[in-house]
């Protein structure tokens, strides 16, 4: 089946550390993204990629870094200098173009230790 | 002014209730409009897209309003299986990418 997976699902970050979350997909898509959600806030981008190698920063992009080294991978990094890191963090994709359908991985709850 | 507002909620209404949502979008140049859901603590999954005439899945209705710049979901025979969040999602076409901006959903809970 095709389809977007993430892992792990829970990730637990201690102080200072780096985490990276993975982000996989199937469905032969060419752009990725990045969502933050927070309660009760709409998902805010972090970043995007439209193409292998090249990615640009979303609206927070402070403290998060990525890359797209494949089509079907785009791992996010959760750097210490992301302060309030603790979310629900979903990685989307689509076809490319500017009006298409996003479809959502399952996503992974980060909290702090 | 968020780009994209809708009621947060929560929508408590009986087995076969018919209900509505709003959503009103700032940017008058947006070109798409859709509706997700999202079950709590998943991922939000495509419920329809909204057309300039109009479209119907089912129970479901999504009506766009340009000139006052809202879109709406109205649910018939509302099921138990229909208790989630509705997010609103407008692309204003901007920006070179295929962005997308979320409202921060609204709640509907539907009881016995």
């Known amino acids: 089946d095709g389809g977007i997976t993430q892992s792990p699902k829970y990730l637990f970050r201690k102080e200072g550390q780096n985490v990276t979350l993975s982000c996989e997909q199937n469905?032969?898509?060419?752009?990725m993204y990045w969502y933050r959600q927070d309660p009760g806030q709409g998902l805010r981008l972090i970043y995007y990629?439209?193409?292998?190698?090249?990615?640009q920063k979303g609206d927070i992009a402070e403290g998060y870094s990525v890359s797209r080294e494949k089509k079907e991978s785009f791992p996010l990094t959760v750097t210490s200098a992301q302060k309030n890191p603790t979310a629900f963090y979903l990685c989307?994709?689509?076809?490319?173009?500017?009006?298409?359908?996003?479809?959502f991985g399952p996503g992974t709850r980060l909290l702090v230790l | 002014r968020k780009e994209v507002e809708q009621d947060p909620g929560p929508f408590n209404v009986p087995e076969g209730a018919t209900v509505a949502f709003n959503c009103t979008y700032s940017?008058?140049?947006?070109?798409?409009f859709f509706w997700y859901r999202q079950d709590c603590r998943k991922e939000p999954k495509l419920l329809m897209s909204?057309?300039?005439s109009g479209n119907e899945d089912g129970r479901f209705t999504a009506q766009l309003n340009r000139a006052s710049q809202y879109i709406s979901l109205l649910i018939r025979d509302s099921k138990l299986s229909d208790s989630a969040t509705y997010l609103c999602?407008?692309?204003?076409?901007?920006?070179?990418?295929?962005?997308?901006?979320f409202g921060a959903g609204t709640r509907l809970a539907v009881h016995p």
């Open positions: 909204v057309y300039s």
């Open positions: 990629s439209q193409i292998v190698n090249d990615f």
């Open positions: 989307a994709s689509s076809i490319g173009g500017r009006l298409e359908t996003q479809y």
């Open positions: 469905l032969n898509h060419d752009a």
């Open positions: 999602v407008v692309n204003p076409l901007s920006g070179g990418y295929n962005k997308l901006i």
């Open positions: 940017n008058s140049a947006s070109q798409s």
